[in-house]
């Protein structure tokens, strides 16, 4: 049984390590379609397959890796003593540290 938060913490982070792969497909979605149109960010000056490849990429990875986090994370939360609030935002937070450690080096 599972009672400290440092078992949430573990798992989340060694899901973190795939949800690189997701997080980056999102981020350059953002930043070469939505965020670009009002000129916050600088569209990818060769990306001109348009928006819809992009999706049929994105879509289903994502998918699969929420699948993936939310099958490991709900038997997780019932055998922790966490508050459910607390849980689900280290649930959240946790697999972003890999991302942002790449984004330091």
Same mark, same amino acid.
Request: net charge positive; proline share 10%.
């Given at each position: 049984? %599972?009672?400290? $938060? $440092? %078992?949430?913490? !573990?798992?989340?982070?060694?899901?973190?390590?795939?949800?690189?792969?997701? &997080? $980056?497909?999102?981020?350059?979605?953002?930043?070469?379609? +939505?965020?670009? @149109?009002?000129?916050?960010?600088?569209?990818?000056?060769? @990306?001109?397959?348009?928006?819809? !490849?992009?999706?049929? &990429?994105?879509?289903?990875?994502?998918?699969?890796?929420?699948? &993936?986090?939310?099958?490991?994370?709900?038997?997780?939360?019932?055998?922790?003593?966490?508050? +459910?609030?607390?849980? $689900?935002?280290?649930?959240?937070?946790?697999?972003?540290?890999?991302?942002? %450690?790449? !984004?330091?080096?």
């Amino acid at each position: 049984m %599972a009672k400290h $938060w $440092w %078992a949430p913490f !573990l798992v989340n982070l060694l899901l973190g390590v795939p949800a690189v792969v997701p &997080i $980056w497909l999102v981020w350059y979605l953002l930043v070469n379609w +939505p965020l670009a @149109e009002p000129g916050w960010t600088m569209r990818e000056p060769t @990306e001109n397959d348009g928006m819809a !490849l992009w999706l049929v &990429i994105v879509v289903p990875v994502v998918a699969v890796f929420g699948l &993936i986090w939310w099958l490991v994370n709900a038997p997780l939360r019932r055998r922790t003593a966490l508050a +459910p609030r607390s849980f $689900w935002l280290l649930c959240v937070l946790v697999p972003l540290l890999p991302t942002a %450690a790449l !984004l330091v080096v």
